[in-house]
């Protein structure tokens, strides 16, 4: 049985005042149906993962070095993120792979070490906007995910998301045929390179300007577990609408 995760990625926003969300989301999903995380900026895994405790929420990072440990300055290990009580990390995302040239060797790496010291990799594929229109979509996401995801996954540790990099931020989405297409077509790598029992449970979360409005249309596509989400997790109000379509699909 595959989870439906709602994963909430804060980037570069949030400082110990935002916690105050974290306390909402508990109110009003203190036994939630479905997986719950929040990725917020490293300043505050310790804080938040302190503040949920045992709660129904999961605390995660967004990157990890592929190194344990060294001289790498202002880069953040996998076990780091375990100490300050992280469980999850997402590696991959866009912004990553653009912002600081991260290729998928880079990406399959950090996952490697990720999955190796207990997180949880949430590994991030997305096409681009001139990629979509020349109708490449699907050898992107192939070579992505054949070039990202170590050897090593498993339904327990790792899940895969879907943002199409046009549609991050932007308040552009896919169709729901579009969305469909590139979740079954992730699905069938996965089966054919895992097997049936590893490749059918990898949650497979879509992002991508995912609102509350939208969120009940999204979750009822073929192979869609769940959303990878930006700005709408940072608050409270905006996220539990999210949360509570996927409790319900």
């Known amino acids: 049985m595959r989870k439906k995760l709602a994963a909430g990625n804060w980037k ?5 005042a935002s916690l105050a969300e974290v306390d909402a989301l508990l109110a009003a999903h203190p036994a939630s149906k479905c997986e719950i995380l ?7 895994v310790s804080a938040m993962a302190a503040r949920i405790g045992d709660g129904p929420i999961h605390t995660g990072g967004q990157d990890c070095h592929a190194e344990p440990s060294g001289a790498h300055t202002g880069d953040i290990a996998a076990g780091m993120l375990v100490d300050a009580g992280a469980s999850h990390v997402i590696v991959g995302h866009s912004e990553r792979r653009q912002d600081h040239n991260e290729t998928d060797a880079d ?33 992107v996401i192939g070579t992505q995910l054949a070039g990202s995801i170590p050897d090593n996954a ?7 998301a879907y943002e199409p990099i046009w549609a991050i931020g932007t308040g552009k989405v896919p169709t729901l045929e579009q969305i469909g297409e590139v979740h ?3 699905r069938k790598i996965l089966i054919d390179r895992f097997g049936t029992e590893t490749g059918d449970n990898i949650s497979i979360l879509y992002g991508g300007s995912v609102k509350p409005t939208n969120a009940s249309e999204i979750f009822a596509v073929s192979n869609v577990d769940g959303a990878l989400v930006g700005g709408a997790s940072l608050k409270a109000a905006d996220f539990t609408g999210i949360i509570s379509a996927l409790e319900t699909a």
């Open 12 to 16: 570069m926003n949030g400082t110990t």
């Open 38 to 44: 929040l990725c917020p900026p490293a300043t505050l």
């Open 107 to 139: 990406i399959r790496a950090k996952a490697t070490t990720a999955t190796a010291t207990g997180l949880v990799a949430v590994i991030c594929c997305g096409e681009s906007d001139n990629q979509r229109v020349a109708g490449q979509t699907l050898d």
């Open 154 to 160: 498993t339904a327990a540790n790792t899940v895969v």
């Open 184 to 186: 079954d077509f992730i």
